[in-house]
């Protein structure tokens, strides 16, 4: 499977999404209700990802892609980016044996080069030991930015390619190719926990047909119900990718 851009081919459309992308939003709110430190909701919404991760898993679902951290999030507090790390690196130690069990391929993607050696350690050992399953392929956006992407996409392209030869052969799908998620689908469904209304810098390029479905659940409430929510909204929709009505 590699990603194929819907703005020149139809995808194939079904009552279960191929791809489903989600924004996890809302762990430091719902700390905050609670007058718990944000750090406690950032542990909470780890037991979130993995009731999500293994409901999905059984629901004939082939991508999950979660957006754990933005390029956009080294802005925040250093003792909370510091626990995120920590988080993220204590989260592949324990969780890595699980997804295997599941038959689940483990990808993390975005700019790595941020993260210490040892974390980076952790993510290709945890790439490794999963790479040869196929039950369903979960991708961990961290540090990731779709903009970021976007650029680095186009410089690999262009180091590929011969200057006589770019115009006419960067089109759409070459593009696609050198994305982070070229191996994925375009998502038929994005959802935004935490109330908030936007994308926020996510998977710009690949979510120019997806259905969008934002819940006010804040992400470490985000529970079966949550999701089949989510699942009968999409059932919903009429995808036409700029057809014209049936």
């Known amino acids: 499977m590699h990603c194929v851009s ?3 081919h139809v995808p194939d459309v079904g009552a279960v999404p191929r791809h489903i992308a989600i924004i996890m939003d809302g762990n430091g709110r719902w700390a905050t209700q609670r007058k718990l430190p944000r750090m406690a909701g950032h542990t909470k ?6 009731t999500t991760v293994e409901s999905y898993s059984n629901s004939g679902i082939g991508y999950l892609t979660l957006f754990a951290s933005s390029s956009e999030n080294w802005r925040r507090r250093r003792a909370e980016v510091s626990f995120l790390m920590r988080l993220f690196a204590s989260v592949l130690i324990r969780e890595t044996a699980r997804l295997d069990d599941y038959g689940i391929r483990l990808r993390i993607v975005g700019d790595l080069s941020m993260f210490g050696a040892g974390l980076r350690a952790l993510i290709q050992r945890a790439e490794a030991k999963t790479a040869h399953n196929s039950h369903m392929t979960l991708t961990i956006a961290a540090n990731s930015g779709g903009r970021g992407d976007i650029l680095r996409a186009i410089r690999r ?10 115009s006419a052969l ?6 696609a190719q050198h994305l982070a998620l070229a191996y994925a689908p375009e998502p038929d469904l994005f959802i935004r926990t ?8 996510f998977l710009l390029w690949q979510l120019a047909y997806t259905e969008l479905y934002f819940t006010d659940t804040f992400w470490p409430d985000f529970d079966d119900a949550t999701l089949e929510a989510a699942l009968a909204s999409y059932r919903t929709r009429e995808r036409r990718f700029g057809r014209a009505n049936a």
């Open 6 to 8: 819907s703005t020149v």
């Open 45 to 50: 919404g780890v037991d979130a990802v993995r």
């Open 157 to 166: 392209l262009l180091e590929q390619t011969a200057a006589d030869e770019r």
């Open 170 to 175: 960067i089109d759409d799908a070459s593009f």
């Open 194 to 201: 935490g109330r908030e209304r936007r994308i926020s810098n």
